[in-house]
């Protein structure tokens, strides 16, 4: 997705690529790519572009302030979010968009991503087109365990309606080739988001919306190890999940 507080920044200082490029040490196409594809520059060069545009670093990137690095933790564990709010949605489109064997969602609502993202649809059965395969699980707004998450996070019923509209989203793709919708009513202790090899876990948290839970960015390493785990736990609800038809 396209930087758009980059572009308005350098827009109205009078920045162009080739003058952005210079001030930092780059070349020009790699200031194109921070503006027209969302790439995100190291931190020292990102540092030195925001000072030169006389603006706060993490307002241009804000990936920069979220992520942490985990890797002596495990090879598997790629970046560690303190909260879901943190993360920019592109972070979830373009995981999904990298994915050319399969995608897998299993959430209770998560109905920021059509939020914040009106084409996730259109990109989901792009993927489908080009072979991926997709599903999505989400909650059962009638089911009494998605109703005592709405109890636990002092939602009330707020969570079922959001389950409701999440279905409405994604409804149109049931029945495609190579998507499947369904509804769970599992107690859920993560939401997944899977494509291929790499998968962000947002984990749940007693008493707190989604939102403001932590998240994880898992790449898978190596037989049995914490992706697997956490595949292993979607493939448990999907197989209790009831398909919705098309």
């Given amino acids: 997705m396209p930087n758009e507080r980059l572009r308005a920044v350098m827009e109205a200082g009078g920045w162009t690529h080739a003058a952005l490029a210079d001030v930092t040490g780059v070349d020009p196409k790699s200031v194109e790519r921070w503006v027209n594809l969302g790439r995100t520059p190291r931190r020292a060069t990102a540092l030195e572009a925001a000072e030169a545009l006389g603006e706060d670093v993490h307002a241009l990137w804000p990936a920069l302030r979220q992520g942490r690095a985990a890797r002596a933790v495990s090879p598997e564990l790629v970046a560690l979010y ?15 968009s990298q994915a ?23 990109l989901l ?18 089911d009494p365990n998605v109703q005592q998450r709405g109890r636990e996070e002092r ?8 389950c409701r509209l999440a279905l409405l ?12 919708l369904r509804t769970h009513g599992t107690t859920l202790y993560n939401s997944l988001y899977r494509a291929d090899d790499q998968l962000l876990v947002n984990g749940h948290v007693w008493g707190v919306n989604a939102y403001g839970a932590p998240v994880w960015h898992l790449r898978r390493h190596a037989d049995g190890g914490m992706f697997d785990t956490y595949a292993g736990s979607f493939d448990a609800v999907w197989d209790t999940a009831r398909p919705v038809e098309g």
Avoid: K, W
Wanted: charged letters at 30%.
């Fill in 125 to 142: 059965r792009e993927r489908a087109d080009e072979g991926c395969m997709v599903r999505i699980a989400v909650g059962d707004a009638d």
């Fill in 100 to 122: 050319r064997q399969r995608i897998d969602v299993l959430v209770y609502a998560a109905v920021f991503l059509h939020e914040a993202y009106p084409r996730l649809n259109h």
């Fill in 155 to 162: 939602f009330g019923h707020g969570i079922e309606s959001r």
């Fill in 82 to 96: 303190g909260q879901r709010a943190d993360l920019p949605v592109s972070v979830f489109v373009d995981l999904l």
């Fill in 169 to 180: 989203h994604y409804r149109s793709l049931a029945g495609m080739p190579r998507i499947e």
